[in-house]
Nanobody, 116 residues
Framework: QVQLVESGGGLVQAGGSLRLSCAAS??????LAWFRQAPGKEREFVAG????????SYADSVTGRFTISRDYRKNTGYLQMNSLKPEDTAVYLC???????????WGQGTQVTVSS
């Protein structure tokens, strides 16, 4: 059983940085990803990483600004967010997929608010 717990959200000014963490107990393979959902908008993929191989992928909107990583020993994933923009404001959710892109496990989410 995989359990995901996010932390690290908060309020930051435009141009600032935040690092989100996702404690991923029980995750030993597959993918870990970050999604976000802003009010009135659909949930969107932000970044993902293969848990074992460490290969990452990003949405175009965050490429060059966000970096996803994982600490295999701590079973924790991270999302380093730099050069934040007001349009990055959303609830950020950590998700895990054991098979393909079937994200069956989700955290509770953490709020990120970027002020202009």
């Amino acid at each position: 059983q995989v359990q995901l717990v996010e932390s690290g959200g908060g309020l930051v000014q435009a141009g600032g940085s935040l690092r989100l963490s996702c404690a991923a107990s029980g995750l030993t393979s597959g993918k870990l990803a970050w999604f976000r959902q802003a009010p009135g908008k659909e949930r969107e993929f932000v970044a993902g990483i293969y848990w074992n191989r460490g290969i990452a992928s990003y949405a175009d909107s965050v490429t060059g600004r966000f970096t996803i990583s994982r600490d295999y020993r701590k079973n924790t994933g991270y999302l380093q967010m730099n050069s934040l923009k007001p349009e990055d404001t959303a609830v950020y959710l950590c998700a895990a997929a054991i098979v393909g892109d079937n994200y069956d496990y989700w955290g509770q989410g953490t709020q990120v608010t970027v002020s202009s």
